[in-house]
């Protein structure tokens, strides 16, 4: 007669130290990203995951960040998203770069004004406005510590290198990258040419032109990111949590296109344990992103032309 033990549920010493090993290697990467491009950026959503990403590089750099932080800003973010960007970029002196796709948004050409269908209005207003960010094409604005408002940035240097706070269960098409991924001058992505990545082994070495995006939390999950964020008390966006009305966003977009979820989590704790009891477990995270649906439920073909 055999006999079936069930493993025990991990312990919080084990997942203290799974947080540890994590928060090293992606201190590790923020490093290695520093030491190899010397035009490097990082982008910031404003969401959970690049707010973790930006809270390790201020541990990676003893308190200081020492890149700009990009933001793409659509102008149709949810408003708490935007006060909150600049909360933390003037109490953590941070230097933050926001651009549009100013042209795209007079002429009208997104979805909200009716003129394009939800891929077409994410290529203006993401895609084809962080290429133009990153290259220095188009305009960027500063954040102006002395002022408290944002200025025309007159250094227009391309920023090469792109550090990224995606996760490779977030959705399918980011379990294909790799910690340093290569992209062409245009920011295409072609998924059959990325670099091998064998026992910690890293290419940071790429050919003139290319450009290079850098994910430090390819191997974070959901439930990893809320547990740090607790551990580390990280401030978030209040939009995750639920105020009294029975939902919450669980990712965070632009308004129209980001529906909040059925949920009662009023705080950090919360969702860790609804994360835990299997709520969410069987459905995407980004389930409430209308673009997602559109391209198939994925990313993939917005992201081989450059989407974050």
């Given amino acids: 007669m055999s006999t079936t033990t069930l493993a025990a549920p991990p312990s919080r010493a084990s997942r203290i130290d799974h947080l540890d090993a994590l928060e090293h290697r992606s201190v590790h990467l923020l490093r290695e990203a520093y030491a190899s491009f010397p035009q490097l950026a990082m982008l ?10 930006l809270w390790l590089a201020r541990k990676a750099f003893f308190g200081h960040v020492p890149m700009p932080l990009v933001h793409i800003d659509t102008s149709y973010k949810i408003p708490e998203m935007i006060q909150y960007r600049d909360r933390l970029a003037a109490e953590w002196r941070l230097t933050v770069i926001y651009g549009q796709n100013e042209e795209a948004l007079a002429a009208k050409q997104t979805f909200p004004d009716g003129n394009v269908d939800r891929l077409t209005c994410c290529g203006n207003l993401k895609t084809e406005a962080l290429r133009r960010t990153l ?9 102006d510590h002395k002022l408290g408002k944002y200025v025309v940035d007159t ?3 391309p920023y090469t290198g792109v550090i990224v706070g995606a996760r490779a269960d977030e959705e399918g098409s980011r379990s294909k990258e790799r910690y340093f991924s290569p992209r062409s001058g245009e920011n295409n992505w072609n998924i059959a040419d990325q670099p091998p990545e064998f026992w ?3 290419a940071t070495e790429f050919a003139p032109g290319t450009h290079v995006r850098i ?3 390819l191997d974070w999950t959901e439930l990893d990111i809320w547990e740090y964020i607790e551990r580390e008390r990280i401030p978030t966006v209040a939009l995750y949590y639920d105020q009294g009305k029975g939902e919450r966003y669980r990712s965070l977009g632009c308004w129209p296109c980001t529906k909040a979820v059925t949920s009662d989590a009023k705080n950090v704790q919360e969702i860790i344990v609804e994360l835990k009891s299997g709520r969410f477990a069987n459905i995407a995270e980004r389930s409430g992103r209308a673009q997602d649906k559109d391209d198939g439920g994925g990313l993939e073909s917005l992201r081989r032309d450059g989407y974050m």
């Fill in 44 to 53: 910031w959503s404003i969401g959970k995951d690049s707010t973790v990403l």
């Fill in 135 to 143: 290259s220095g094409e188009g305009k960027r604005y500063r954040f």
């Fill in 215 to 217: 994910h430090p939390l």
């Fill in 200 to 202: 910690n082994q890293y």
């Fill in 155 to 157: 250094n227009r240097e």
